[in-house]
DNA sequence: CGCGGCTTTGATGTTCATCAAGTAAAGTGG
DNA sequence: CCACTTTACTTGATGAACATCAAAGCCGCG
């Protein structure tokens, strides 16, 4: 019985540090029958829009990106995360339904705990509430900022601005491998995805970056915050 | 001293059936000992962009416009907006410095409450807690919906947009006096002055729209909501 | 009455989407 | 594993959408 504890994979959880750092023991092991891992693979759709939420959802470990259909019928990127920033978690308090689908670019693990047992936890832990609202903000605000600052651009200067997010945000590294087809750059900055292609062909020729298929290696990290700026 | 509770004006502010609905009389007074309620002008600006941020406010009555200056010194406005959605409060729980610049559009009253207060009333009390950060997810939400929104839009789909958003969500009024320059909503939908003019003289000439200096007629609603949703 | 800011309109050029046609890459079934 | 199909990518040419520039009209205010 003792040793139930040392079993439960939460006490160990990065998100733990996260949002759930104001939880006693007792709270970690409710928190422990009320989860449940899974795991989806690239493509994988993980919420869809329109569909009731009855999860509280975090990112694990992989890639996701979130993502609505216009009243036109094409898809929307509103943005593309890494754990722990959320996935379905944002209007998890304020709607009844998903406002976005989210879906995994990357091989991915997202944690389930039971919305209910979630609110139980905020109504009788402040701590916990305080915490978690710092992160939903935080997170919004991120989305906020990232929108208008890609609405502020160009093309070049966004196109630039999405370089720079894989290179300094996602990856940490000037070289990588794209998670994302053309296509959903496009629909992320809200281009056509012959012009991203051609922007990139031309970054290519100007010796900015050098693209091998789906990798990609930032040559002149400098010249593409300039460009990211100005544009 | 029985009476003292009687005159504190926030047990009648419309606003406690959004947040404070889960507060008892004692904290009700104590919120009136930590509030404060300031008078803004048309024109005059209610939060600096970096300011430090000290207290919760709301807005009581009024219309102001939530912008901010992007890196090429250019104003770009994220939302207009009406009491009670929030004016400084979105990044109070996640920032320590605003993000965004707020300004009264119309002659506004707003209510300042000391953040410690607010802090230790949502750390104590877990139904207010839930309100305010329903409150904050459904504004958050909001806007990030419609600034996707108007990205989605061409130059007459978003001015079309405004129009409804002006004669739907804050006058409610068919015929209303535009509380915003041209290039204000051109800064708002981001377009050009130029081209937001124009688009008004266009809705004008096919009789959607009647213009007399700053006040509005909407004639044709049923043909702006389709202009909005196609464009 | 004159000055300065906001508005309006036209003319011009840039930026970007769209279309088309071709190539590479990635699945799919035999 | 190869032929076949489909999907993603690439490039050029064209036209539409939009910004920019400039000049003129309007309105409020001192």
């Known amino acids: 019985m003792a040793d139930k504890k040392k079993i439960c994979i939460c006490e160990n959880c990065e998100f733990r540090d996260v949002v759930f750092s104001y939880l006693d023991e007792s709270s970690i092991d409710q928190l422990c029958e009320n989860k449940e891992e899974q795991a989806f693979r690239k493509g994988e759709v993980i919420n869809h829009e ?17 993502y609505r259909r216009t009243s036109t019928g094409e898809e929307q990127v509103i943005t593309i995360t890494r754990p722990f920033e959320f996935v379905s978690n944002m209007s998890i308090f304020s709607e009844e339904r998903y406002q976005y689908s989210v879906s995994a670019l990357e091989d991915s693990v997202v944690c389930l705990v039971k919305l209910e047992f979630i609110k139980e936890l905020f109504m009788r832990n402040g701590g916990f509430a305080m915490g978690l609202l710092s992160k939903i903000s935080m997170i919004n605000d991120k989305i906020i900022a990232q929108t208008l600052d890609i609405r502020q651009k160009n093309l070049i200067g966004r196109v630039a601005f999405v370089l720079l997010y894989f290179t300094n945000e996602i990856y940490n590294s000037r070289v990588f491998d794209l998670p994302v087809s053309r296509k959903e750059i496009a629909d992320y900055i809200g281009m056509s995805t012959a012009n991203v292609i051609r922007t990139l062909s031309d970054f290519k020729k100007e010796g900015i970056i050098r693209v091998f298929g789906k990798t990609i290696e930032v040559v002149d990290l400098n010249k593409l915050e300039i460009i990211s700026k100005r544009g």
Do not use: D
Not at 50 to 66: A, R
């Open 50 to 66: 329109g569909e009731k939420i009855s999860n509280f959802k975090y990112l694990k470990s992989g890639l996701v990106k979130l």
